[in-house]
């Protein structure tokens, strides 16, 4: 059974940052994409960020030189380091693990951006 484990959330003021982290566990195929995705109140689930096992990135626009993901693969974790954060960031951040027909969320963290 695989888990993905995140951490890092918090309350920040505008401008400041974050690191987020999703360890993931379990039977994991050695070729996947890990990604990070995000719903605020009222908004569909998007996606922030995700990267393949050999590295390749797929970054939203509004977040494109503000946030910086990156994965050992050692240690099936993946990080997302966020800058400048604005009050627009908010929301529940998801981590999602993918390979082959498989799909696994995780059970998200809270990211809250307000002076």
């Known amino acids: 059974q695989v888990q993905l484990v995140e951490s890092g959330g918090g309350l920040v003021q505008p401008g400041e940052s974050l690191k987020l982290s999703c360890a993931a566990s379990g039977s994991i195929f050695s070729s996947n994409v890990m990604g990070w995705y995000r719903q605020a109140p009222g908004k569909e689930r998007e996606l922030v960020v995700d990267?393949?096992?050999?590295?390749?990135?797929n970054y939203a626009r509004s977040v494109k030189g503000r946030f910086t993901i990156s994965r050992d693969n050692a240690k099936n974790t993946v990080y997302l380091q966020m800058n400048s954060l604005k009050p627009e960031d908010t929301a529940v951040y998801y981590c999602k693990l993918t390979f082959g027909f498989k799909v696994y969320w995780g059970q998200g963290t809270q990211v809250t951006v307000s002076s």
């Open positions: 990267i393949t096992s050999g590295g390749r990135t």
